[in-house]
């Protein structure tokens, strides 16, 4: 069974710094594409970044360019996603999700979602 | 950025109905080469992480029921849920992937009437 947990969400001021985990199982982790997908309290989805399986060529939103950094860990089978200079607009549920071995995939798999709100 | 449009934004249903709801996207997701349309559709039930239903515009995933139809091509998409179940109620979202960035439409909430 393909299961993605998500950690380290929580309570942040603007400006600081949050990284979140995203540790999956029940599927061959270095495989697939992986990505971080956002919902802000009470709204629609918004795609965050991805990463391809080998590891190279992440690809962000303008929005998130040069504050946030996708990587990944096949060893571990675990995602990443550090969030440097965190702003109100920031906050949303952020679920970690499961993409295809290939570019331009539908998300095939999302965790449970973890909460990051940014104070100012 | 392709923009992807759902309407109605909520509607309200009675159990045994027929519902059909739109999404538009304002390029077409068709990609010529390979015949295939970059469209998905999500389900989404109070308190939950979305579900993937149906992508390329009309496979069905692995045990989602038949009710669930997509259907279209182009700009133009509809999600059809023949005899709606109690269970149905949700909010419905779809997504483009033919173009980075991947962006979702603001959903269609179904209700109970």
């Known amino acids: 069974e393909v299961q993605l947990v998500e950690s380290g969400g929580g309570l942040v001021w603007s400006g600081r710094s949050l990284k979140l985990s995203c540790a999956a199982s029940?599927?061959?982790?270095?495989?697939?594409?992986m990505a971080w997908v956002r919902q802000a309290p009470t709204k629609g989805l918004e795609w965050v970044a991805s990463?391809?399986?080998?590891?190279?060529?992440?690809y962000y939103r303008d929005s998130v360019k040069g504050r946030f950094s996708i990587s990944r860990d096949n060893a571990k089978s675990t995602l990443y996603l550090q969030m440097d200079s965190l702003r109100s607009e920031d906050t949303a549920t952020y679920y970690c999700t499961r993409e295809e071995n290939y570019y331009s995939a539908p998300f095939d798999y999302w965790g449970q979602g973890v909460m990051v709100t940014v104070s100012s | 950025d392709i923009v992807m449009t759902q309407i109605p934004s909520s509607q309200a249903v009675s159990a045994g109905e027929k519902v059909t709801m739109s999404c538009k996207s304002s390029?077409?997701?068709?990609?010529?080469?390979?015949?295939?349309?970059?469209l998905a559709w999500y389900q989404q039930k109070p308190g939950q992480s979305p579900n993937l239903l149906i992508s390329w515009a009309s496979t069905r995933e692995s045990g989602v029921p038949d009710r669930f139809i997509g259907s279209g091509s182009g700009t133009d998409f509809t999600l059809t849920i023949n005899s709606v179940q109690a269970e149905d109620l949700a909010i419905y979202y779809c997504e483009q992937y033919y173009d980075s960035p991947w962006t979702f439409g603001g959903g269609t909430k179904l209700e109970l009437k």
């Open positions: 390029q077409s997701l068709l990609y010529s080469e390979n015949k295939k349309t970059y």
């Open positions: 990463i391809a399986n080998g590891d190279n060529n992440p």
């Open positions: 029940g599927f061959t982790f270095s495989n697939y594409y």
